[in-house]
């Protein structure tokens, strides 16, 4: 059987509207549901992995869509919980050119940050797991959500389950009276791979490094010396030229060796949102099926080509990944 | 110049899965702004009257929207306060035949529920008004919503303004600690013109009338010995058929006279939300321009033809409304 | 080789917000390219017989999807005329139960109302033509067009062709100073069938006959005394209960002999627009195929079957009239 | 844990032109993945069942497509079969009023018809399932298809499955070169609920009862007689008004008795396919729930509300059912 | 309060296939209210100042969704005039990559080439205006059009109001018997600010400058010794590589001193309606808030920004004009 | 009268997600008619040319379309054979940047594959016609595509009519037990214009020439001395840098000459299906209008700008084309 990956975070309904108009001129929105960490689940169900996500959703015909859409993916949705508690839910403008993109959030209030700890049997959920991931965004919408996640780990540091997380801080989170940097060394610290750069170090650990390779090997050293329980770093970098272009690359601190892939170039973006997951998704596939190196350039293309692909999450194939990392351009229809 | 009507209360999004589609087999929605009493400005504004509404909205690009919507229809929004909440919203699920519509609420940690009373000078604001219009939504939403508008009462009596109410009780407020049907007496205690029928009068009044004609009756008979203020008691009766059939009728108890319309049949029902907001604002259309049994006959017909109009807002011409009002069957086309 | 119809009008495009919305709260319109005189003559050709129109264009982007829309449904486009006017447009907003739909019009300074009569060779156009179909509106538009059609009549009439009316008086036409009635006297004196009833005899006699089936025999009657020509004469009736329900009914003063068809119901009215087009064009298609009486009934048919169409043409295929025509409810699908 | 359910049968992609057009004057259309028996499976998972649906599909992203429609409904999709034969289609052109809606099928040379009885482990399959579904369609696709329901059906009764079957005969299928009335008894021979009624029993058995309750009766008997398994018939009636007006109603004959429900009526039927299979999923889930009859009121309620829903499944919730079963009009919101 | 600024000219439909396609494989097509001077003035009221727009607009629906256009962006409809004739319109058929966009044009006979100037009274419009823009659109529309505007000119220039002008000579007008260059050598007389290079000054001057910097300044200078009102040249240059791809730049002669902005390069171009007058607006707002050297960047970075946003209208806060004038790639979300 | 062009080859719908979604994300698609010989018979007719295209569609309202979309072009359609098979299909989900289009066929059992050859007849068919188009996708289908396709060559090589072929090898196609080779090499040998390339030539001779001007050169002297009807070799080369960025360039071995066009960039590709189609038309334009080197900057340049056209067809008029080829970049609005 294939290896069971458990994710834990919110699942919001992302609203768009259609055909590139500012809200304002607009009068229809295209919607889809996600989350940073189903993104991930998402992206390691449509690779062919056995996945299960953790959330709370609205007891509605809201929650019902989103559950609805979880499967879609072959996402295992027997553990989301229902509550009285509205979806969250964000507006996302869309830029062009040189016209940056907007979000709006409305998630403060809603069912996932309403979860009730005690519902979530982790013993349970995390049963023969081989993978749990977290990110820096659920322990800042509420408390509720921390102690949840802070439990899940202490349960899969007992069960010794690889624990992949992506820490980043988030301004507009941390309303409900913590403080984001000491959560996050605390749960930091119950994790085992890294997926964050310089930017995330010096947030959680208040240092000041700089972000080319010397200061990404010395902030990644200083990580592993205070948290001896992670043993890689893996980071991603995004140079925007536009709000069509970018381009990507991987690079990682592996057991002491520094490791950095090609630079991808994305033109024409279709969806920026959810290609870090798509990076986070591809580093836990490659991490499963292949060498560490070869790990990290397979999670830079799934979070290339994730750029061409409408939604929040990367619904392209293992063999669409390789051939990007492999260096297809696209130029060919595949009949 | 014309009559200036000021009304208070939220202003949601509101969106609806395009084509009459359920929400979990749909991929894009429909919105449109509105909420009951900026509905009531709308169709007032679009009758050529001069209105102002006042709400709160986020400051962000989802609140310009708003500010848009309404300005399109014509409402002064020179007093609508932008804060750091998001914008209010709701899902509605269109039905058809038998199967009823459904709606989900995220509101009550939206903008308006935070919204200050003490930004908002009824004094300026009410000016120079000739009509105040309330309903029972939005003392439910939040103690701040209350506050104001109970202070925007004591202001609108002072000058000798109409206050207009439909003071509906829904259960699905009132979450902030306060009982409804105390605070709805106070309020209603501070109004001229009840639009409300049976139903609203038991709730208010913990009575328990009946909804025939001699009910009705006694009921208002009732209302007015509670309610010195109150003068008359305007009434509408929608007798759904099915989610696309529906029969309306306006009844009224003037100054002891009671009267009531012919019934209007509407047939492939396009939009039923705002059909009772239509008809408060044809009737406050009517008692500027018409005597009491016109204004009747005419928020009647309001009511109606609200019923085959897209969004919140009725958007029919006074033209319009007075065509189905004289027994237009919508049969031929205008040229 | 099936017998060829020529038609001579209009073309205009037709714009209607989409999803039923009032235009002041759409972003988006369908089109469809349609007159009544292309309407008849695309129906023809969906029925399989040999249609040619005549018409300007603009010479421009315009006019070519307006010819290419010609030639989708089969219609011969080689004699349309291109010049340096403006397609002729109008809005139609489509209404709903008891709100009616409106039209606005731009069609007098447009491509057709600034044809040249002298860039159209109807000896040649004629040739081996069976009938010849116009409508009132054709001379109402402009001088120019009033012309081309008086010489199309008298050169049809030197060949013995069937010339079919719809001389219907629009009176927001005739606006370049002639005067309707007596150029439709002179014209409708050119024709062989009649296809019109109370209404249009008054219009054109100055008469005053009322629109019972008495009414109907006394004014074909007249109609036939002071126009010899005219043969056969036809009518329609639609009776609007709401924009969506109509009851349609054919009634002809044939040759002395008085017929009229069954009612047919339309529930959930599609489109009016072009059911009166579908109606001429079914007689036609009848006259060439069946019985005279059989004739009217197909008529019906056509006409009540458009009603469930979109646009401005009937697509409905023979069998499927002739299946309304004995009854098909509708209620069973098509495998 | 639920019980589980197995059906087997061919996924096709439906399309329809959007906006009610035909297909001639449209640019896009609107699908849905669906098959009859696809289609109980989807409703039994939305009513909180546990369903297991077998079919092959493309091995493509239109195969992947169709997975995720059956993963979104809640369908296990665990045997499903991949090929490279290309997934079955059909076009439906939604009528209106007096207009009949068209199919257009595409699917005897699919992936389902080319579907390799041997790849097919039926007791693998089948273990621990409480019921099995087919219909007369899978038969009549390909002597693939016959086979490998034949043995699932023999397998089915060695474990004691209840097996339901809707055994339409369907004279566009069967080119194959089997003899539909001859399989359809034998298969007929191995189940033990029929659903159906007098015409499908006068197919199978080339008998000519009548289709009022005696002819009903009869024809039971006579089945009954003729197939000693089949336990108990149940059929719905539609009397299709129109294209958009339906009435709905369940009969039975239970174990010697005669049962019949209320008359349902639909408005403003929203879509017609499936209604059947809603039908068949409602009893399936009656048979569970409640006693026979109100199992036969609550499928003939599930066949009435599925009229408005669009897509080929039934997406209504137990409860909405129970509401039309007790006499929901729909004219009213849920909020 | 606010500066005022009113602007005249005409408002029209702009209409445009749906998603790139020609008009002649489209069946719908989207719309907005435009005109270049309207333009200007929505884009001031995004901007938040205070604007009053002139026209005349058809007394239908049609004119009515105009007037919710420009009410929506917050401009002051109240000296809209309505008339009797349709609402000019033009359609866009958008290109893309080497096939250029192309435009038809239907206003030649529509409601504002119809104003009546004694319908106008100036001296009340005017009344507290700051800023008057016009472009020599208007004049070349009818002699009415030309009329009314040189009244307001005189009018402007006896309140000592700045006068704005583009002044641009468009061929495809001037039908009703003026000779263009004449009347804008008149009108530009009476203006104060010119916003236009070299291409305008040598239509309007007949002289063939040509239009390089040393060409810019010396015709900015015969310019100037024409017409002594004028005080500033403000002009745009747009480089287009494709219809997708445009540089834009803008440079000015300020009071003798020669200035120009860096090249702002746009990629994904959405909607090039507009962007000139964008640039127009752009430099109001700048001349009211900044100095002139930063008014031309701002504008500049207006007219950049501007070709990301659909319809005519630029949307963009000063907040986002002055992020690209920054040097904003748009490539980050901002949440 | 103009030169008649006959083309022959499956015309068949084509599927596409909306709005660049994936398929498993999508409820909606776009459609078009098309296939490579029906593209050029298209193109053909769009440019002015007198057109005939011979194909087999289905007898249903699928065919119909398929008809009524070919007439929309222009082209006469009076030898369509209609027979009970469905009309081919295939699906294509367009990708973007660096992720691949896909396309899924399905056409191997359509009404095209179940041609008749002894339903055309072929004499009169090609009576008067100037040029026939034939591609390598044609007698891959079925022997009954190749039966019939034969005779046609043989035919108008009795009549001395010029024929194109465009003879590529396709690998999912020859499923019916023919070895492509050898039917290519048949057919090539009745054929007088070679429209491909080294990888063409190689195919079909089984050589090994490299790609560049060298082994265009050999390859086209090679096949030349196989094919002595063989006239002229043209071939373009297109050079995907993305799936939205591709290069096209022309080159041609002419009566011993080499000759190469320039390269055309095409940015913001909209759709690259027909692009080989628009060269092939544009080809026999200019073959028909210009010189032969002329004739094949025109066809590079139909190329070019058919990448920025939806569907199957190039619709881009001569004049259009004309500018691409003389360098228009596609920058300026043609007003």
Redesign the interface.
Known sequence: MNPKIVTFGEVMMR?SP???????????????FGGTEMNVAASLSVLGLNTKHITAV?D???G??AI??M????INTSNVIKNEH??G?Y?L?V????????????R???SFANINPSELNWNEILEDAEYFHWTGITPGISENAYLSLKEALQVANSKGIQITTDPAY?S?LWKYGKKGQEILVELVGLSTIFIGGVNEINEILGTNFNSDKEGFIEASQKLKSEFPSIKNIFDKIR????????ITQGRAWLDGEYFETNE?E?????D??GTGDAFAAGLIYGLIHFDTEKALNFANAAC??K?????DAN??SAE?IS??MNG????????
């Open positions: 609203l259609a055909g590139n108009r500012m809200l304002r001129q607009s009068n229809s929105m295209e919607f889809f609205a509605d015909f809201v019902e869509a609805a859409s499967q879609s993916f072959g509205p979806l839910t507006l403008e830029g062009s050119g040189n016209r940056s993109s907007r979000i709006a959030y409305n403060l209030n809603g988030r507009n140079m925007g030229k536009s709000a069509s272009n970018q991808l994305v033109n024409n973006v279709v920026r949102i290339a080509i750029h061409t692909i409408l939604g619904l392209a669409e051939e990007v297809n351009s696209g130029g060919r229809i595949k009949r």
